[in-house]
């Protein structure tokens, strides 16, 4: 047995040309499936190495840090501005 990828917005597209429908249910998506795969409309599953799968990892992680970090900043200079405001009052 072969794993396949089939493209999901290839998968609706040909769902509604089917029949015209842009009903959802199991049988006629299975049905979609099987009728791409046999027309090879697919891609071959490709797993990359581990070194290659760690650095993606990585780089998500830093992005997330990254915009978490400019959140916290954003909120202490809001939270500064706010502060020395009302300390100005005193």
Aim: contains cysteine.
């Amino acid at each position: 047995m072969e794993l396949v990828l089939v493209n999901l917005f290839q998968v609706k597209r040909n769902k509604e040309n089917r029949d015209n429908s842009p009903t959802k249910y199991d049988i006629k998506d299975e049905l979609v499936i099987a009728d791409m795969v046999k027309s090879g409309y697919y891609s071959e599953l490709f797993l990359q190495s581990e070194p290659y799968r760690a650095l993606r990892q990585l780089m998500t992680s830093r992005e997330f840090m990254n915009k978490q970090m400019s959140a916290i900043v954003t909120s202490c200079i809001v939270g500064q501005t706010s502060i020395s405001l009302n300390l100005g009052v005193f």
